[in-house]
């Protein structure tokens, strides 16, 4: 269409959002707002992206930032792997090239966590050059408006969408018009109820016309959910507590948690004591339960977890019965580390009143 960019262009310098990182050039701050929105919407990434931009001004500052320090930042935002390869490409910028953030499309891309659309977007923006980005919003446009039935996520869809967003991009000034696109998807045509009678577009949209436009965009796949089911053991020995570092590769990784039974399916409470896991764990100390939590939901992309946390208060010595790789510290401190959101819900209700007591031996 020969006139898509300008309507678009147009339309976006009339509604913009007023958003920090659109005032800069600053490629490494364009770089952090791209990493905390993947997966996020504006106005709850907002406040990471203030927070992160105050914290480390600079590249080589979040480079040399402790890596707790940068995950107890990232806490409540989700998606783990988004912090750490942040942090590891942060490093890879300082070693790799001399702390400043490269122009150049492959060297941005080459940076870890940092994908085509990623690189497109500040290599645009921050250097101007010309490169399309493809997002979700993107795809949702170029789908209704030309009428694409290709799944989004087929080999083909990407190749397909692909081209077609690089031959309508202005290559005069390609970050205006990748601004455009993207911002006209998020406010514009929306996934649910867009605002089709008021959209500039609508007179070139071919899901509009053929009213399809709930139909559009396709894909092809579902996701696979799978349930696990976790049971927190929350220890208490005079006002101390363990916490454990995840490590395996697994969600939550670099994160902390409380020593952990995982079962295949739910349990009853009578069934969980007679657990192998819970003997292993506890064995011959005395202990009494103090509290066992009701089910946390917990639902990740891939994942739903249904979460127990029983609280447990021990004569035994903590640094004598953790597991492999845990910690003993002060229940105080168990703001200081970085948790997931699972955790952080238990935490700000664990003051709630004691179920029940059981002691046991």
Known sequence: ???????????????????????????????????????????????????FAREFPTVKH?????????MKLWQGLGYYSRARNLHTAAKMVNADFKGKFPSEYAEILSLKGVG????????????????????????RVLARVFGIETPI??????????????????KKDPGTHNQAIMEFGAMMCKPVNPDCPVCP????????????????????????????????IVLDHKGSTVINKREAKDIWTNLYDFPLLETEMELQEEEFLKSAGWKKLLGKNKFTIRSVSPYYK??????????????????????????ANAIVIKQKDLEKYAVPRLIENYLEVRKKPVKKTLTLF
């Open 1 to 51: 269409m020969k006139h898509f960019s300008s309507i678009i262009t147009q339309w976006y310098r009339a509604n913009k959002r007023d958003l920090p990182w659109r005032n800069t050039n600053d490629a490494y701050l364009i770089w952090l707002s791209e990493i905390i929105l993947q997966q996020t919407r504006v106005d709850q990434g907002m406040a990471y992206y203030l927070k």
């Open 62 to 70: 979040l480079a040399e930032a402790e890596n707790d320090t940068v």
């Open 116 to 139: 085509e659309y990623t690189a497109a977007a500040i290599s645009s923006f921050a250097f101007n050059k010309p490169h399309a980005v493809v997002d979700g919003n993107v795809y």
């Open 153 to 170: 996520d087929s080999t083909t869809g990407k190749k397909e969408f692909n081209a077609l967003a690089n031959e309508l991009l202005d």
């Open 201 to 232: 577009m609508k007179n070139h949209c071919y899901a509009f016309a053929k009213k399809v436009v709930a139909e559009l965009p396709v894909k092809s796949k579902k996701t696979k959910v799978r349930n696990r089911y976790f049971n927190y």
């Open 298 to 323: 917990h639902i990740l992309s891939h994942q739903k977890i249904f979460a127990r946390f029983w609280e447990i208060e021990t004569e035994a010595v903590l640094e004598k019965i953790i597991p």
